[in-house]
Structure formats: C-alpha cells, structure tokens
C-alpha cells in the first residue's frame, strides 16, 4: 500500500470545488471521486457554483503579477475557503487575499490550460504547486479551425443568415463568390503545438497541403507528421488559408500585422482561434475592408467582449465567433480527469505531469496536509 506523506487519524482531504456554467462542479466531483478514492483517503468535497460569466482582462495583486482572465470577484471565493486543502478553480480568481484564506491550503487545481487566473508567484512563495491542463481542449479548437476554414470560404454563416432573413440569395452560386474545396490548397500553421498539430492532421484528412512556421519545433518533427517546415514569409505567401496558432508572449503581440498581411495571397484567408492579440486588428481592418485579402475567421480579437460598434461587425467577407472555440463537453470531462490525475500524483509524493511552478513542489513536500 502507497503510504503518503499525509498520514494522519482521520485521513480526511478537503476539497473544494468552483465550478461554473461550463466546467461543472458535479462534473469535476465525478471524476475526483473515481481517481482518488484509489487514494488511503476520505473525500470530503464542497462545490460552488461561480455564476459570473463575464471575464475581466486585467488586475494587479500585489507588486508582481496580473492575474488575466478571471471572472468574478475574490473576495467571495476567499469567504468559501474555511480550511480547504485543495482548491479546483476554472476562471475564479486565486489571488493572495483567496490563498490565505485557509491555512491548510497545499493544492491549487486550474482547470483550463494557462493558469492566468492564479496568482503564480505568491502560491510559490507559500509552497503551494499550482496544477493546470495544458491540451484539454486542442481537439476541440481544432476541430473549430477546420469549420472556421469551411465555414469561411463556402460562405456557410453567411448564407444561413441571408436565409433566416428571408433572402434566397442565388448569388452565392455565382463564381466570383462561391468559394473552394479545400483538396489541394495550402494551410499554412503559424504554431506547432498542440493545437496547431492536430489542424494538420485534420487538414491532412481534408487532402491540404500543411506549411508550418515554427522556431521552437524541429524540422523533422515537422517532416514526420507529413508538413513542410518554412520560414513565415515563405507561409504567408503560398497559403491559401493562415491559420495562428501561436502563444502570446511579449514577442508575439501583433506578429501578424500589416507587413505580414501584404504577403498574403489576394484569395487568401486569415484564422484566429488563439489569442487576438496576435493580430494587429486595425491593420487586418484594413485589408478585409479594401479587399487586400479574401477573408478572415476569428473567434478572438484583441478586446472582448467586441464593441457594438466594432467595424468588424459590418463586414461581408468574415466570419466572426464570440471566442468558443475551445467549448465542447468532451474538454469538461478531459480537464477533470488531468487534475484529478495530478492531484493523486501529489498525494501519493510523485511528481505531476502539469504543475507550472515546479519550484514550489520541494518546499511542499515538507508539508503535512492537516497543516
């Protein structure tokens, strides 16, 4: 039998649990319940409802650190924490005020693949890893990118929306406005991670041909999966569909912006379903308005959620989503299952397969659970 560094009378492991309209907390509470009752533990697991569905973009704890995308307001997670051990959070914000808020707090679990919504830095300084799921919803947003992609070019929406309105439009069959098959065109991946992977092996199955710009990924691991390693200039001027999906970092803001757009094919398309940011947005205005490419599919921009007033919203040649393209049921259930997995692994002293400040696993395993 496994004997944890958390041995204790009652072995009792509290839990608690925000879920909210997406990432269920019954969900999230089956598979807990499934994976560490393999665990010489009892459960004892609460679950709250985090019924805010807005996110805030940005808001500064401390002297270090924004926390980004959150939703809701701290304080009310702090007044659930009571003597928590273990914290699942998707978008509710873990900031200092929440971390302190028990004191026998030694595990924080964020079910989404970036953990922007913790406060990083400070639940190191406390020994606390911070464990999140990195992939959970690749097949779904690339399952997104090759709808986006047909979507777009067979004017799909569109004339789903000329219909609802009551106009039979013939024109879409006219050639200057019908669009392509996809079989024997270019798609060219900005970002071989795992998202921009599993595109191309959609892609792969719809006969494309895949470019892909990467620096961070080797060109045979490229070649292997049947794609064309290229430098970015060489991608945007042979593709007849872009699609980005790269990390936003510093250096990646706006990567995409009017000197890159002007390389594009005049038939091509542009697809974002990573971070608006990526894009400069008043230069991709420009085009799509002026016609310097063909369209655009975009689930993300560079403010969220858009203005009523944003041009974007008169254009034809787009075809526009309100950032969902990582929301499918499958990726409730795989995040659940990641987290529970990882928290097992700590508690039975093993090291987890996504904590993203490893620095903070040294210093708490010298913890007992019950503090």
């Not at 004997?3 to 608690?16: A, H, R």
């Amino acid at each position: 039998m496994i004997v944890s560094l958390f041995e204790s009378v009652y072995k009792i492991l509290k839990i608690l649990i925000a879920g909210d309209s997406f990432m269920k907390s019954d969900i999230i509470k089956i598979h807990l319940q499934e994976i560490l009752s393999k665990v010489d533990m009892n459960l004892n697991i609460r679950t709250i409802e985090w019924t805010t569905r807005e996110y805030q973009k940005n808001v500064l704890q401390g002297v270090r650190r924004l926390i980004e995308e959150f939703s809701g307001d701290p304080k009310e997670l702090a007044k659930e924490m009571g003597d928590t051990q273990v914290l699942v959070v998707h978008a509710a914000p873990v900031t200092v005020e929440v971390l302190d808020a028990s004191k026998n707090l030694k595990i924080v679990a964020c079910t989404r693949g970036g953990a922007v919504n913790v406060d990083v830095d400070a639940a190191t300084d406390r020994g606390i890893p911070v464990i999140n799921t990195p992939g959970r919803n690749a097949d779904a947003v690339a399952d997104y990118t090759i709808g986006f992609i047909l979507a777009e070019t067979r004017s799909i929406a569109r004339a789903f929306e000329d219909l609802r309105k009551g106009n039979w439009k013939y024109e879409y069959y006219d050639y200057e406005i019908c669009g392509y098959e996809l079989a024997g065109k270019s798609l060219g991946l900005i970002g071989f991670g795992q998202v921009g992977r599993k595109v191309a092996q959609r892609a792969k199955g719809f006969e494309m041909n895949v470019l892909v710009y990467d620096p961070y990924v080797r060109s045979e691991d490229i070649l292997a999966m049947g794609c064309q390693p290229v430098d970015l200039e060489k991608l945007l001027k042979e593709s007849d569909f872009v699609s980005i999906h790269a990390r936003l970092t510093p250096s990646t803001v706006k990567m995409i912006g009017a000197k890159e757009i002007a390389l594009m094919k005049k038939t091509a398309y542009l697809i974002n379903t990573a971070r608006g940011r990526l894009v400069d947005q008043k230069a991709l205005y420009e085009a799509l308005e002026n016609r310097r490419i063909a369209g655009a599919a975009l689930d993300v921009f560079e403010n969220e959620p858009l203005s009523k007033s944003d041009p974007i919203l008169t254009y034809d040649n787009v075809t526009i989503t309100p950032h969902i393209g990582g929301a499918a049921k499958d990726v409730v259930a795989r995040a659940a299952k990641m987290v529970a997995e990882d928290i097992k692994r700590l508690l039975e002293v093993k090291t987890p397969l996504y904590c993203v400040n490893p620095s903070a696993l040294s210093k708490w395993e010298k913890f007992d659970l019950l503090g």
